[in-house]
């Protein structure tokens, strides 16, 4: 198991899916959410919302958020760590461009990482806050 305190800050971020289950929008349909987050501090560097229709993120929405990421220290991590069976083939595409190190690792190590982004944006949907 992945615990926090085993990373140093921006040594490592967790890709993943914030949401469990699609997100239902009555005009553009359903999406899911991707977000990157730094291991250690658990903070949500950023997120991208994707449409179910689509297989993975493309291109430009990988860059975005690996742009958007690195604005927050001006700095990439040495590692990303994804979910095996995740389908984020662009990402990790443009990760290993950027020179960062992909590893993948089984959801139940990534729980102890991300349950409590996962919980809170439950929290956060399911009072109507996201629309």
């Known amino acids: 198991m992945l615990h926090p305190n085993q990373f140093r800050v ?3 971020w967790v890709a ?3 949401n469990e289950a699609p997100i239902h929008t009555e005009h553009d349909g359903d999406f ?3 977000a990157l987050m730094d291991a250690a501090s658990c903070f949500l560097l950023s997120n991208g919302f994707i449409s179910t229709g689509q ?3 493309r291109n ?3 860059l975005r958020a690996l742009e958007e990421a690195w604005s927050h220290k001006q700095d990439f991590p040495q590692q990303l760590m994804v979910s095996s069976g995740q ?3 662009q990402l990790l595409a443009e990760a290993r461009n950027l020179g960062i190190k992909v590893i993948e690792v089984s ?3 990534l729980q102890p990482l991300i349950a409590e982004a996962r919980e809170s944006f439950r929290e956060h949907f399911a009072a109507g806050r996201l629309h």
Do not use: G, H
Request: charged share 35%; aromatic share 4%; no cysteine.
């Open 107 to 109: 959801e139940d190590e």
């Open 60 to 62: 430009a929405e990988a």
């Open 10 to 12: 921006m040594e490592a």
């Open 87 to 89: 389908r984020m083939n």
């Open 16 to 18: 993943f899916n914030l």
């Open 32 to 34: 899911n959410v991707v």
């Open 55 to 57: 297989s993975e993120m």
